[in-house]
């Protein structure tokens, strides 16, 4: 029997039959190729060996979602070809998509349509600018255009055949000006090949290019903001409404699978947040972020025209409102971001933050627990799965984050037979931390009571992944039947495992590294517990 995952036939096709775009298939084929790299056969793989996979990428959830997208893919085709009876993707759980908001700026008008248009400077140029604004193309879409696709109906009148996503061709109407336009570029057309936009040295526009040609026009034309052919796809979709055509029709315009697409491309302009150099942050932060640019909004504030004044004026106002000066350093970072968002957007030239004073607030002593205290929480944990919590928690110093996000593949020996422990840090840091004999144990301990097949390791009774707040109430109770009448929180642990290094004579370089700070600044004020200063060092 020839071998079914070879380089040629692996992965080409969706469940339903229909092709997969080049894109896809290239991103599918990488992935196949990894599972069987690991070790694993596509025809008898089964669910704990998918999840095995997954536990040791150490992705993030959304790469995680197209590893498992080309899994299942190619797991569909084994059904088809009858040598395997099952899916193993299609039991398990689906981790929700990251959303992330992104500053969309507003459709064009017609008179900055026109204006982008006569702002192009070569007939090549004004031929896309027509296409993009008057067909709604995908910019994959047009620099797949050849001049094959350019034909006229029995009727005289001019259409484009567009080869769209998944393989899905359709046939879009052009009006007489934007076949004239693209008919007067052809005329300028000095080589033979069967592509129809071109670059300088004959070869076929990449979509980076069109989006330079885009740019440069709306540029020239004083359009506010970076003009990409996507702003021009959405602003022939929102044409299309303003017509009083339905979602389907447009869709239909569009090449969308979905009336769902339609719906998010016409959707209101949100405001939200992204990073510039295309790291995002976690997704705690995103979500206090997000609440703190919802509240600048509702204020009647815009990113686009907010002034320093506006920017000081908000900023007092949740300090009046009760918020916590660290409340308020937060608010102020997340408006940082979404304007310097605006900048790169091209929305607007300056950042009103920059200059702004930073109002210091004081910063408290951390506070730790003492040694008997934690001797008391271990002892006071009724379980194995408690016991290795409040273990790791006391002798690692490891994040609420991090320990709800161990998996049991995280858990490894070294060369030297010793115990550590791969940890998944903010901003995507891993690092590996020690573990004692004693926290190996418990660790061990819980994996033997372990009933779920769940990769994660810490599960709640409903079989699911704790949750940063499940972790909480876990540890308040312990140390209410410890005794301990002051709060305890994942932070304390922290806090009391740092001073534990620092006693010892570890260096600040060396904690820094254990508790997978940024800087040393962040380190530093554990040096201050028991002196009653917290006073960071200077850089």
Known sequence: MPKLWSRKNRGLF???????????????????ERF??????????DIGDVQSFLANLHRSANTKRHALNALS??????KHKGLRKDNPVSGLPRERKAQIIKLILPPLDEDQVVAMIHSADTPRDKAIVRLLSETGLRVSELCNLRIGDFERTESDESRIHVRGKGKKDRYVPLSESCSKAVQKYLGYRQTAREHLFLNQHGKRMTPQAVGAVTAAAGKRAGIAGRVSPFRLRRTFAIALRNRGEDLVRIGEA????SVTSTQQLLSPEKRGFSVCDGAQPAEMTRKTYQRFIELFNDAGYSFETAGTGDVQAFLAELGRAGYAPASVGVARAALNTMFLEAIHQGVRKDNPIVGLPREESPRRVPEVFTQDQVVAMIHSADTPRDKAIVRLFSETGLRVSELCNLTIGDFERTEGNESRIHVRGKGKKDRYVPLSESCSKAVQECLGHRQGAREHLFLQRSDTPMTRFAIFGVIQKIGKRAGIAEPVNPTKFRNTFAKA??????????VKRVLGHESTVATAIYTAIGTGTSKPPTK
Do not use: M, P
């Open 14 to 32: 969706a469940a339903d039959g229909t092709q997969l775009t080049e894109e896809t298939r290239k991103a599918y084929q990488v992935w196949i």
């Open 254 to 257: 569009l090449g969308h699978a």
């Open 501 to 510: 290094l620092l006693d010892r004579g570890a260096d600040v370089q060396a």
């Open 73 to 78: 893919n190619a797991f569909e085709e084994a």
């Open 36 to 45: 069987s790299d690991a070790g694993y056969s596509c025809e008898t793989a």
